[in-house]
């Protein structure tokens, strides 16, 4: 696992628990021959658990800017925990996982404690963590007090070198799975920018420039083709996490193009 930076952009494709084998499949192919052309772009899928060894085969030629991430994982590496993914089993087939999703928080009860020790184990493991967090209810300019506490929860313990290894997605939970097709409710990119920018200035305050400035903050919910330029002319923002545009090829490479190229 290398360090993250701001040099390049990513798109992170949430699938969450959609999709059979074929689906994946023929996702994955028109995804693949898709990103090749594309530059500037770091392409993450996170399909369900099931699908990793064969996409994992599939990518195994490239393109390099395609990579495998989880959805979520374990932090121990095995034991007694019926139904549970460890990172040991998870560290050949993927580069990233994303930790703290608003749908385990509020389905499975994840506490920020269960996700720092996934965090930490995540990088104990060379995998990269895609950290999410994100105020429940809209309000005027984000729920500054509430977003920070989730960070500063989910990153306890962690060194600066740690810190340059970790990508944080900041999604509004109002804002999540309202994405028909034109977008309406996701947050505006000038909300986006303005609470990306002032989470970037918490983690200026709390652990400095070096970490602020390089660390990787992208917007999810409700992105998609429609909308995406609004967040990429946004300078704070360095890319997205998109679940439902993410199962539809066209859309999901129309995404991995416009932020490639709008930066
Ligand atoms: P959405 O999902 O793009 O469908 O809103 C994003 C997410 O929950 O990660």
Redesign the pocket.
Known sequence: MGDVNRTKRYVVG?W?MNTQLADAIVLGEGIKYGVESLSGVEVVLCPPFVWLYPLAEMFSQGPTNLSLGAQNMHWEEKGTYTGEISPLMLKDLVKYVILG???RRYHFNETDEMINDKVISALDHNITPIL?IGEWKKSESGDVEGLTKQLKAGLAGLEEAQLKKIII?Y?PVW?????DTSGQR?ASGEYAGEVVGKIRSYMEKEYGRAVSENIPILY?????ADNIKEYMFETEIDGV??????LKIDNFLQVCKAVGEYR
């Open positions: 949430n969450k999703h608003s749908e999410c997605a999604e804002a999540i799975s309202k994405g996701a999810g919910g409700s992105a998609t996490l998109a679940g439902g545009a993410s």
